[in-house]
């Protein structure tokens, strides 16, 4: 079904030159649990966003807002882990042709830097770069999850397609922003406190330094985000072109 951006669009995949097999659709109990499920997604994202701008309008300021929608962000986060079984069950690909690798890339990467790191090291809440990937994350997936559904139903406006494949080119670059900053922020926490390293000697002759492995994090997105985005450039083309066409045949 589904950005890490991170605070964009979950890229699209197509089938590639080969003739593509006929996939089966979910059926109808599939669908009406698939519709069900994005509408509690949509639903769920519309509420950390009613609850950004409720603290915002409050507080008169932007900073700290992180601990206004702390729960529900951790909720619906996690639950996109459904999201992924679904795409490995072959629900989704029926509906929207996705690349499980890239899309597995970007839902772990968010419920990574949800609980691993801004959960994990509490000094990073008051961060705006929090803010920056928690507001890029919260438009894509109401629009990510808008769109699912409304394709499910087989009645896709198209301002919520035009959103899907062209609002990412601003709101994934933020999203990724705010977690590369997020992560480098975390770090000297991270290693003040040794959190989640194993040192040597113990039973098991085995040492993890969590340090390092932020830093390895954060490289890895060098060459991963480039493609991610670069991939959902292409996909908009095709699918925005395909539109136009097909308008200008009616």
């Not at 994934?172 to 770090?187: C, D, K, N, Q, W």
């Not at 002759?205 to 991939?231: A, G, K």
Request: no cysteine.
């Amino acid at each position: 079904m589904a950005a890490s951006g991170s605070g964009g669009s979950r890229a699209d995949n197509g089938y590639g030159s080969q003739q593509p097999r006929r996939r089966r659709g979910p059926g109808a109990l599939g669908t009406a649990y698939l519709v069900i499920y994005n509408v509690v997604m949509t639903a769920g994202w519309l509420v950390i966003a009613v609850g950004l701008v409720r603290a915002y309008l409050a507080k008169g300021s932007y900073h700290s807002l992180y601990y206004s929608i702390e729960k529900p962000l951790k909720f619906f986060q996690t639950g996109a882990l459904l999201e992924e079984y679904l795409l490995i069950a072959k629900y989704l690909p029926g509906i929207v042709p996705s690349s499980v690798v890239l899309t597995a890339f970007q839902v772990m990467s968010r419920v990574f830097l949800t609980w691993a790191v801004t959960h994990s090291v509490k000094e990073v809440q008051t961060e705006d770069s929090v803010l920056l990937f928690v507001v890029a994350w919260t438009i894509t997936e109401i629009i990510r999850y808008s769109f699912y559904t409304f394709s499910l139903l087989n009645h896709l406006p198209y301002l919520i397609k035009w959103a899907r494949y062209t609002l990412f080119i601003v709101l994934y670059p933020m999203g990724v922003s705010g977690e590369l900053l997020t992560i480098y922020a975390a770090l000297p926490f991270v290693r003040q406190s040794g959190l989640y390293s194993i040192s040597l000697p113990n039973k098991y002759n085995f040492s993890f330094d969590y340090y390092t492995f932020l830093i390895l994090v954060m490289i890895s997105y060098i060459p991963i985000f480039p493609q991610l985005y670069f991939h959902m450039l292409h996909q908009r083309r095709k699918v925005l072109s395909h539109t136009e066409e097909h308008k200008k045949s009616e």
